[in-house]
């Protein structure tokens, strides 16, 4: 997705969503994601290396953030996104 706000350290996850494209210039994208801690005995932690979870948490369950994107482009050489994410 486009915000990161967890690092991809540590984690396992699962991934569904839909695209669809209204015309040959838009397409709009919806999804989640769920996430998983790998290893209970480690942190989940920021791009920044920050922990956001300390080890020993109970639980492999992190969390989900669900999103939003549509992406239009006028010509073959432009694209304008818009996304939205949700945590």
């Known amino acids: 997705s486009d915000a990161i706000a967890i690092a991809p350290r540590n984690l396992a996850d699962v991934h569904p969503f839909v695209s669809v494209s209204p015309s040959k210039d838009l397409k ?3 999804g989640s994601e769920f996430l998983w801690r790998l290893e209970r005995r480690d942190a989940i932690y920021a791009p920044t290396s920050v922990i956001l979870a300390p080890p020993g948490v ?10 939003g994107r549509m992406t239009f482009r006028p010509s073959q050489h432009y694209e304008v996104v818009a996304s939205v994410v949700h945590i």
Request: hydrophobic share 40%.
């Open 58 to 67: 109970e639980g492999s369950y992190v969390g989900a953030q669900i999103y």
């Open 28 to 30: 709009i994208d919806l």
